[in-house]
Nanobody, 123 residues
């Protein structure tokens, strides 16, 4: 069992930056691929980025490439999402997720989810 808790969301102006964190419980964190998804009001939850078990590989959706960076520190059981050059269309609730497959954009491939953290980008 893995429990995930996100933090770091907030309100930021367009062009600004935020860093999201996701703290995981349990001793098996390093055996899971980790991902970030987001869900805007009235829209489906969508894939943002994923990182492999050892942090050796990452994969991003096209709309965030060059602006967002996913990373992890296994000894701290934490995964991060650094978000730069934020746009109003990045406004959403951001969720972290843990799964056994890498890379995967499919929600169904992830076994554990956090409760989410709100990111709001004003224009």
């Amino acid at each position: 069992q893995v429990q995930l808790v996100e933090s770091g969301g907030g309100l930021v102006q367009a062009g600004g930056s935020l860093r999201l964190s996701c703290a995981a419980s349990g001793r098996t964190f390093s055996t899971y691929a980790m991902a970030w998804f987001r869900q805007a009001p009235g829209k489906e939850r969508e894939f943002v980025a994923t990182i492999s078990w050892s942090a050796g590989s990452t994969y991003y959706t096209d709309s965030v490439k060059g602006r967002f960076t996913i990373s992890r520190v296994n000894v701290k059981n934490t995964v991060y999402l650094q978000m730069n050059s934020l746009k109003p269309e990045d406004t959403a609730v951001y969720y972290c997720a843990a799964g056994r497959r890498f890379p995967s954009e499919q929600k169904s491939r992830y076994d554990y989810w956090g409760q989410g953290t709100q990111v709001t980008v004003s224009s």
